[in-house]
C-alpha cells in the first residue's frame, strides 16, 4: 500500500509570513498533484508535477518534486488570507491517486 | 464548461435504507472514482471505473457498489446503510492524459441516522 505523509497537519500563520509544506512518501510516483479545498467544497486541481526536480510556480505557490519523485513541496511566499484551506498531496501510479491527510493551513489577517 | 455534478448536496437517512448518490460529469472522461472524506484520514477511494461496464473496488469498498452503464455517470449505492457510513462523499473524474489529474465534484455530506 502506498502511503502519503503529509506535515505540518495543521498551521496557523500571519498574513505576510512564508511557508512550506511537505509531502513524503517511501514509495515513488508517476505524478504528484496538489489541490486546495475549502470548506463544503471539492478540492481543486492546483498543479501537476511529473519529472524528479522539477518546480513549477504559480503565483506566490512554488511546488517541487524530489529528485526520486517519493516527495514533494509546496511553498507560500507572503500568504493572504484567501489561501486558508485544506491543502491536499496526491501520488498518482495506475491511474489512481493515493492522498494524504492534508495540511489545513490558517491566515490569520 | 465541463464539469462535474452531485446530488444530492445533503442526504439524512435512516440506519438499513438503501441510498444512492449521483455523479455526472461531462469531461467526458473514462476514469471516475468515489471517494469519502473523513477527519483523520483523509480521502479514501471507494470504487473506481476506468469505463462503461468496469468497475473495481477501492480500499474501502465494503457495503458500497457502483455501476457504470455510460461515460457520464457513476453512482454510487449504499446497500444497507450504516452509521459508520455517515461521511462527506466526492465524486471524481480524470482523463487518459496520463498525469493522473482528477477533478471533483462538490460533494455530497450524508448522514446516517
Known amino acids: 500500500t502506498q502511503l502519503l505523509e503529509q506535515s505540518p497537519q495543521f498551521l496557523s500563520i500571519q498574513e505576510g509570513e512564508n511557508l512550506t509544506v511537505y509531502c513524503n512518501s517511501s514509495?515513488?510516483?508517476?505524478?504528484l498533484q496538489w489541490y486546495r479545498q475549502e470548506p463544503g467544497e471539492g478540492p481543486v486541481l492546483l498543479v501537476t508535477?511529473?519529472?524528479?526536480?522539477e518546480v513549477k510556480k504559480l503565483k506566490r505557490l512554488t511546488f517541487q518534486f524530489g529528485d526520486a519523485r517519493k516527495d514533494s513541496s509546496l511553498h507560500i511566499t507572503a500568504a493572504q488570507p484567501g489561501d486558508t484551506g485544506l491543502y491536499l498531496c496526491g501520488g498518482g501510479s495506475n491511474y489512481k491517486l493515493t492522498f494524504g491527510k492534508g495540511t489545513l493551513l490558517t491566515v490569520n489577517p | 464548461d465541463a464539469e462535474i455534478t452531485q446530488s444530492p448536496r445533503h442526504k439524512i437517512t435512516e440506519t438499513g435504507r438503501q441510498v444512492t448518490l449521483a455523479c455526472h460529469q461531462t469531461?467526458?472522461?473514462?476514469?471516475m472514482f468515489w471517494y469519502r472524506q473523513d477527519l483523520g484520514h483523509g480521502l479514501r477511494l471507494i470504487h473506481y471505473s476506468y469505463g462503461v461496464q468496469d468497475t473495481n473496488k477501492g480500499e474501502v469498498s465494503d457495503g458500497y457498489s457502483v455501476s457504470r452503464s455510460n461515460t457520464e455517470d457513476l453512482p454510487l449505492t449504499l446497500e444497507s446503510a450504516a452509521s459508520s457510513q455517515t461521511s462527506v462523499y466526492f465524486c471524481?473524474?480524470?482523463?487518459?492524459?496520463?498525469?493522473?489529474?482528477?477533478?471533483f465534484g462538490p460533494g455530497t455530506r450524508l448522514t446516517v441516522t
Open positions: 469531461w467526458n472522461h473514462n476514469n
Open positions: 471524481a473524474s480524470s482523463g487518459a492524459s496520463g498525469t493522473y489529474e482528477q477533478y
Open positions: 514509495s515513488v510516483f508517476s505524478s
Open positions: 508535477v511529473v519529472t524528479g526536480g
